[in-house]
């Protein structure tokens, strides 16, 4: 129950919570796991599409595979308390490595598969691992390249043989012989398993994620049974997942949220988890399982939603104009006629009829509306010739004018689900979505009623790694752009004066493994842990709202808040705008580097005949500042309007030549903006926007993909961009 | 013959015995020499390179693997047995497949088609068969699908798998016409210049397939290389051509300190 402000008796309640057990006996994923195998025993757990086709295993398989390699892995000598590196991108194999690592007592450690051998160095030592299970040659030989200073180490399992025969293998396993090893062992070894996995109790370590680290080295967050099973129990109670549900697993499986996606809920609710081809067929892949239950950061849903209308500049004009007429509409009747409302993943026949019913509600009128504006379209094509596109807007068909009012508006968009709506979201890939969630950063408020309004559930939440997760998500019906919701269900939540925010759940990690200062200075004696953000709640509706990182809410020369998010966030919404990092504190005035989305703007760049040959020339391009200087202005008169954020408005600003990147180390893997190392990195640019110069030339080191570094230098061009006084609510209305 | 004998490489690949040999090669245009009494042999097994200045005749000399060029003069030995004057398509049923300087592929088609049609050689069944889709033709569509499935893998291609080749960028559309030669299951694959044009990283992944090809299947390859560091690193024995004579024939290192190697490349007046 969420308990806010928190009362007097939360104490005991917390007390409660943590005393609570496992729902029968379910204590661990391995337990988990054999309740699966019998309960849904011939029902797909996981799929992979390999070599074109979608190979599948049903949780009995899955089982079979598991204790295959659980057996593998204690006749290779792993111990109980032992940490296994799982370093690969999705695929079930790694999914089944993790269960059967908790089956032997081991953990499983999950790194990014992207990370540099630097960064797994720092992982691996860390937490002492002995074992690593990786995908094929690239991460072996990034882990062998470490090797030397990795004393603990053992044995590295790879999944694909490709490359590796020429390899010294006493180390070197590969995945099927060890699953191999482990079946011809079975007798010998599988009494041991047993009394392994019978004694995992509910606050054993299930999993240990290494936290991006934004600031400083990762670090281990330790996630026990109760953390993982509850929050998963919890969350999907709140959101009526089923067993019939699909998700497409696609985010790195270092990630707290893939962890509980394709492993927590997965095995709590027993749906299936399907893994894509390669990252590079993501897209088509979503399109062929189409999702019930899908994840994606803002990013995605950006990039996908500039593609849509770089890809509607080009279609034909009947096409375009019936687009943007019933998205026009949509925006209005979306969330009232679009939202899915079946609570379970497959449809019954009762729903299916109804389907069919509303489908055929909108089918006639689509047809009289495609003949009648096909007829409308070529007089005005007769007339305009090529520029029919200005003057062409389509309207709604004669027929709907028998009906008025909310029948019209329900017809209405029945019609457009049969002519834009359905087709756009089969496109997208999220036709069959009937929950889903972004979170990570904030969500610009177009694009989430795009999204909303083609009738896709998409909420936001707001979590962490050391939550497992949830802290606060929205429930259907009471979605905003701006917040992020109530708290979780068991998820109670105070606010400090400094505006910090700081929870306390089931969900709340252990600790950070090997590492009492940073725990104990982010968890309290009685579970409170800071978030690190701060933000607010909305009175009347009970919603939090985030502002910014509570370390990054900072003060102006003359005292006045600066909150970089904020306004980072609102350029960011620009399609234009990739990235945009604000500087200020504790300055006269606000500067900003920005991004430019090179695919946003290369796209206009050749629609406007504007010749280039890289994105440096690109982003130093005149016209392409004189846009981001409107996108910039008009920020500034939003921001204008909140008195309490009125002095971050932007008074200098610069189009950086290159992209942020994590390789140069200006990004986390996660693609989170590292705030200190850039204002470090280019500070050459920061005091020139502060010391009122034209133009500064500089020169930048870039790290490229193999590791290798060179630099590229450039002369950019500072501008100044106008700032508006600060205007009261009041004084606006 | 000493060179007969098989012997295990630095890195543990096995070079088995001479797969094809070529015999006192001239080939002439009119009255061009392309090629002027030319020799070499290519190991089963190994990678081979052929390098030279421009018009050193080294894609004529390819071309005559190939059979698409007729040597007037010499024997080309295969599999030992000397090869009587045979049609290009002749020479790929033999195991020769190859891949083209300026790429040869069928613009219209999807990469999965393209790779397809590498398979021509495994298909037995009719055109009647093929017609109406049963028993043999389906069998073999579905058998050779599996294979070509698993090249597309090897080569990373699955995310291009049913886009239109046309519509391909250049570094792509060489690897796929490198899946359609190893379609092919050649027992000698040809090269003729894989990694020209390309960027550091698309030679480094084409280098990575290479090897990895020639590990994994153990395909004999035959390849023409611009680019010296690939070819040092890469090849296994390399043959070096200028103005259609053989100047230089040996391990990477021996080619190296060849001063008539270094003369062809640095330039030195010709008598």
Known sequence: ?733 | MSTQESYVTEDGRTIGPTVMEMKNITLRFGGVKAITDISFDIREGEIRAIIGPNGAGKSSMLNVISGFYVPQEGEVWYKGKKRPPMKPYQVAQQGIARTFQNIALFEGMSVLDNVMTGRIRQMKSGVFSQAIWKGRAEKEEVENREFVEKIIDFLEIQAIRKTPVGRLPYGLKKRVELARALAAEPSILLLDEPMAGMNVEEKEDMSRFILDMNDEFGTTITLIEHDMGVVMDLSDRVVVMDYGKKIGDGTPNEVRNNQEVIDAYLGVAHD
């Open chain 1, 1 to 733: 129950m969420a308990v806010w402000p928190v009362e007097a008796g939360a104490r005991e309640e917390y007390n409660l919570a943590q005393s609570s057990q496992a729902t029968g006996g379910l204590a661990s994923f391995p337990a988990l796991l054999q309740r699966n195998a019998t309960l849904f025993a011939e029902k797909t757990a996981y799929r992979e599409k390999e070599f074109g086709i979608w190979q599948t295993w049903t949780w009995a398989e899955t089982e079979k595979e598991i204790e295959a390699l659980a057996l593998g892995l204690i006749n290779l000598g792993v111990k109980e308390g032992d940490f296994i590196a799982i370093i690969g991108r999705n695929r079930p194999h790694f999914y089944f490595a993790m269960v059967a690592a908790q089956s032997v007592g081991a953990v499983p450690v999950p790194v990014y598969n992207d990370s540099a051998a630097e960064e797994m160095k720092y992982i691996l030592e860390h937490c002492s691992a002995r074992f690593a299970i990786v995908e094929d040659q690239e991460q072996v030989d990034k882990i062998i390249d470490i090797q030397e200073h990795l004393h603990q180490f053992k044995h590295m399992i790879y999944i694909d043989p490709r490359g590796m025969r020429k390899y010294d293998h006493s180390a070197l396993h590969e995945y099927s012989r060890i699953q191999d090893q482990g079946r011809a062992a079975y007798d010998e070894f599988i009494k041991e398993l047993k009394t392994r996995r019978e004694k995992l109790t509910y606050d054993d370590t299930c999993v240990m994620l290494y936290t991006s680290g934004t600031t400083g080295k990762p670090k281990g967050v330790v996630l026990s049974n109760r953390n993982v099973i509850e929050s998963a129990k919890n969350s999907a109670e709140f959101d009526n997942l089923g067993a019939d549900e699909e998700i497409l697993s696609y985010l790195p499986m270092a990630w707290v949220g893939d962890f509980i996606f394709s492993v927590g809920q997965a095995y709590w609710c027993g749906f299936c988890v399907n893994c894509p081809e390669s990252p590079e067929t993501m897209m088509s892949d979503l399109r062929e399982i189409g999702p019930t239950y899908y994840f994606a950061p803002p990013r995605f849903f950006e990039t996908q939603l500039t593609n849509v209308m770089i890809r509607m500049e080009d279609s034909g004009d009947l096409k375009y104009a019936l687009f943007h007429h019933f998205m026009d509409f949509a925006k209005t009747a979306g969330e009232k006629y679009g939202m899915p409302k079946r609570s379970l993943a497959k449809p019954d026949m009762k729903r299916r009829i109804k389907n069919a019913w509303r489908f055929a509600m909108g089918a006639g009128f689509a047809v009289e509306a495609l003949v009648e504006n096909a007829i409308r379209l070529f007089f005005v094509k007769l007339r305009h010739g090529k520029d029919a596109r200005k003057h062409f807007k389509a309207k709604d068909p004669i027929g709907l004018n028998l009906y008025s009012g909310s029948v019209r508006d329900y017809f209405k968009y029945r019609m457009g689900n049969v002519l834009v709506y359905g087709p756009l979201k089969d496109t997208l890939g999220l036709g069959r979505v009937r929950v889903g969630y972004t979170a990570g950063e904030a969500i610009g408020p177009e694009i989430f009623e795009f999204y909303r309004s083609l009738g896709i559930n998409l909420k936001q939440l707001y979590g962490q790694t050391e939550a497992t997760v949830f802290v606060t998500v929205q429930p259907d019906g009471e979605v905003r752009a701006d917040t992020v919701g109530v708290p979780a269900p068991d998820v109670e939540i105070k606010i400090e004066e400094n505006g910090e925010i700081y929870y306390r759940s089931p969900g709340v990690f252990v600790e950070y493994y090997n590492n009492p200062e940073s725990t104990a200075a982010t968890k309290d004696a009685e579970g409170w842990v800071a978030t690190g953000d701060a933000g607010f709640f909305e009175p009347d509706s009970g919603h939090l709202r985030i502002i910014d990182r509570a370390k990054d809410v900072g003060k102006m020369a003359d005292g006045s808040m600066f909150a970089p998010k904020y306004v980072e966030n609102k350029l960011k919404f620009y399609p234009d705008i990739l990235e945009a990092v604000l500087f200020g504190n504790g300055k006269e005035y606000c500067v900003a580097f920005i991004n430019i989305d090179l695919s946003a703007v290369g796209n206009w760049a050749e629609r406007n005949n504007v010749a280039y040959a890289s994105y440096q020339e690109l982003a130093g391009h005149p016209k392409v500042l004189d846009t981001i200087q409107e996108h910039v202005e008009a920020v500034n008169k939003s921001v204008a309007e909140d008195p309490m954020l009125s002095g971050c408005q932007i008074h200098r600003f610069l189009v950086l030549h290159k992209e942020l990147d994590a390789d140069d180390g200006e990004m986390t893997r996660t693609r989170k903006v590292r705030r200190a190392i850039v204002a470090d990195k280019f500070k050459d640019l920061v005091d020139g926007l502060y010391d009122g110069s034209e133009t500064v030339s500089t020169k930048t080191e870039v790290t490229y993909e193999d590791g290798r570094k060179g630099s590229i230098s450039a002369t950019l061009e500072l501008r100044d961009a106008k700032v508006f006084p600060t205007v009261s609510k009041v004084a606006a209305e």
